[in-house]
């Protein structure tokens, strides 16, 4: 492993905040975020994405605890760990009277970054603006202002890019062309992390998933790895006579009859053997039992999602 990899390019220790309302919203959180990944950072609403996400911004003051954005305090160096980062935020805030050119190269300004309009360009051409380039954005579609919210915060060519619920009303074509675009931003070197409320969107991209609830973190994992420790299988047998019930010598597996009897659905870890199926199959002949058809499912991320934050809650 070379020191880059090693060396995360986000790294929160023991960061909490309180509100002074007495609310906790992030208590004693710990994340490190690799160089180049995309990571995306699940959980239900006031689980604490956007504090954690405002907090490394810059926007919102920690209690306690410490950041450091590719190798900068983010309290002790503010300026150098902002130049940094771009953020996508969740709510539409945008100089409606302006064009798209001008908001965008005026943000580019606000770091202090020189004039690159060539780099500009491209940007728009890569989020399919360009064309819209002389527009004002009161004029544009919610999708189209939602890009222009990307456009302003890639603008000063951060290392880091968060996205808060990025294709949070936008139409699935628009979707798609998104998760295009944060790929090839990952390929160019930037960092991205994303909070969603669309489980396939992190099904679909991210590398790693942190699941958060009530501030704290539940867990982060490889998402090839969450899905094969946690994720479950399922054999479905359609029957050829619906049975009553389950024969009492066949308890020791996990079996589930479907309420019309047709059905008999049995679930298996997905990391276990499937030693058992034969063994099962043979069992139910045995007991006369017959199948005109099965199939096999697995869990989707989202069913791992939904039993973690009911195991936390």
Same mark, same amino acid.
């Given at each position: 492993?070379?020191?880059?990899?090693?060396?995360?390019?986000?790294?929160?220790?023991?960061?909490?905040?309180?509100?002074?309302?007495?609310?906790?919203?992030?208590?004693?959180?710990?994340?490190?975020?690799?160089?180049?990944?995309?990571?995306?950072?699940?959980?239900?609403?006031?689980?604490?994405?956007?504090?954690?996400?405002?907090?490394?911004?810059?926007?919102?003051?920690?209690?306690?605890?410490?950041?450091?954005?590719?190798?900068?305090?983010?309290?002790?160096?503010?300026?150098?760990?902002?130049?940094?980062?771009?953020?996508?935020?969740?709510?539409?805030?945008?100089?409606?009277?302006?064009?798209?050119?001008?908001?965008?190269?005026?943000?580019?300004?606000?770091?202090?970054?020189?004039?690159?309009?060539?780099?500009?360009?491209?940007?728009?051409?890569?989020?399919?603006?360009?064309?819209?380039?002389?527009?004002?954005?009161?004029?544009?579609?919610?999708?189209?202002?939602?890009?222009?919210?990307?456009?302003?915060?890639?603008?000063?060519?951060?290392?880091?890019?968060?996205?808060?619920?990025?294709?949070?009303?936008?139409?699935?074509?628009? =979707?798609?062309?998104?998760? /295009?675009?944060? !790929? @090839? &931003?990952? +390929?160019? *070197?930037?960092?991205?992390?994303?909070?969603?409320?669309?489980?396939?969107?992190?099904?679909?991209?991210?590398?790693?998933?942190?699941?958060?609830?009530?501030?704290?973190?539940?867990?982060?994992?490889?998402?090839?790895?969450?899905?094969?420790?946690?994720?479950?299988?399922?054999?479905?047998?359609?029957?050829?006579?619906?049975?009553?019930?389950?024969?009492?010598?066949?308890?020791?597996?996990?079996?589930?009859?479907?309420?019309?009897?047709?059905?008999?659905?049995?679930?298996?870890?997905?990391?276990?053997? =499937?030693?058992?199926?034969? /063994?099962?199959? !043979? @069992? &139910?002949? +045995?007991? *006369?039992?017959?199948?005109?058809?099965?199939?096999?499912?697995?869990?989707?991320?989202?069913?791992?999602?939904?039993?973690?934050?009911?195991?936390?809650?």
């Amino acid at each position: 492993m070379t020191g880059e990899q090693v060396q995360p390019v986000i790294a929160v220790d023991s960061l909490t905040k309180t509100y002074a309302s007495g609310f906790k919203a992030l208590n004693s959180v710990n994340l490190q975020i690799r160089r180049g990944e995309i990571f995306a950072l699940l959980g239900p609403n006031g689980a604490g994405k956007t504090t954690l996400i405002s907090i490394i911004c810059g926007i919102v003051n920690a209690s306690s605890g410490k950041v450091v954005a590719d190798g900068h305090d983010i309290a002790r160096d503010y300026r150098a760990a902002r130049k940094k980062i771009g953020l996508v935020p969740q709510e539409l805030s945008t100089d409606a009277f302006e064009t798209v050119w001008d908001t965008v190269k005026f943000s580019r300004g606000l770091f202090g970054k020189a004039p690159n309009d060539a780099y500009l360009e491209k940007v728009l051409k890569d989020l399919s603006l360009w064309a819209k380039r002389d527009s004002k954005i009161m004029t544009l579609s919610g999708g189209m202002k939602r890009r222009v919210m990307i456009a302003k915060a890639l603008s000063h060519e951060p290392t880091i890019l968060f996205l808060d619920e990025p294709t949070a009303g936008v139409d699935v074509e628009l =979707r798609r062309d998104m998760w /295009d675009m944060v !790929r @090839r &931003l990952r +390929e160019s *070197g930037v960092t991205i992390i994303l909070t969603t409320h669309y489980i396939e969107e992190a099904e679909e991209m991210a590398d790693r998933i942190g699941v958060i609830n009530k501030g704290e973190i539940l867990l982060v994992e490889e998402k090839t790895a969450l899905m094969q420790k946690l994720g479950k299988k399922q054999l479905t047998l359609h029957l050829q006579q619906a049975l009553a019930s389950v024969p009492a010598e066949l308890a020791g597996y996990r079996l589930e009859l479907s309420e019309d009897g047709n059905q008999l659905v049995y679930t298996f870890d997905a990391q276990g053997e =499937r030693m058992g199926i034969p /063994d099962l199959l !043979r @069992r &139910l002949g +045995e007991h *006369g039992i017959h199948f005109r058809d099965l199939q096999t499912s697995e869990s989707s991320l989202e069913d791992i999602f939904v039993s973690l934050v009911r195991g936390n809650a």
